[in-house]
Nanobody, 115 residues
Framework: QVRLAESGGDLVQPGGSLRLSCTASGPVGGIYSMGWYRQAPGKEREMVATITIDTTITYADSVKGRFAISRNKARNTVYLQMNSLTLDDAAVYYC?????????WGQGTQVTISS
């Protein structure tokens, strides 16, 4: 079973930057895409950014121009560089992978925005 391990969540001031990492382990050959979702208190989980094996990238409109997803194929790791963070970006960020058609989730990493 593929496992996803996230890191990088932290407390940051508005306008600041943060980089999240997610490393996949196990039988990673079946991964079609990896990406990031987030869930704020009282809100639905929403897609933030995804990248497929052919490097097709999708961003939520709310993060376009501020966030960048990238992948280190050799390390089975995806990164989410988050810049110009706002209070609306505060959430638990979950790594997601689609593996042989199934969605897998990491445990989540907390991003807190506060001055």
């Amino acid at each position: 079973q593929v496992r996803l391990a996230e890191s990088g969540g932290d407390l940051v001031q508005p306008g600041g930057s943060l980089r999240l990492s997610c490393t996949a382990s196990g039988p990673v050959g079946g991964i079609y895409s990896m990406g990031w979702y987030r869930q704020a208190p009282g809100k639905e989980r929403e897609m933030v950014a995804t990248i497929t094996i052919d490097t097709t990238i999708t961003y939520a409109d709310s993060v376009k121009g501020r966030f960048a997803i990238s992948r280190n194929k050799a390390r089975n790791t995806v990164y989410l560089q988050m810049n110009s963070l706002t209070l609306d970006d505060a959430a638990v960020y979950y790594c997601n992978a689609i593996v042989y058609g199934r969605q897998l989730w990491g445990q989540g990493t907390q991003v807190t925005i506060s001055s």
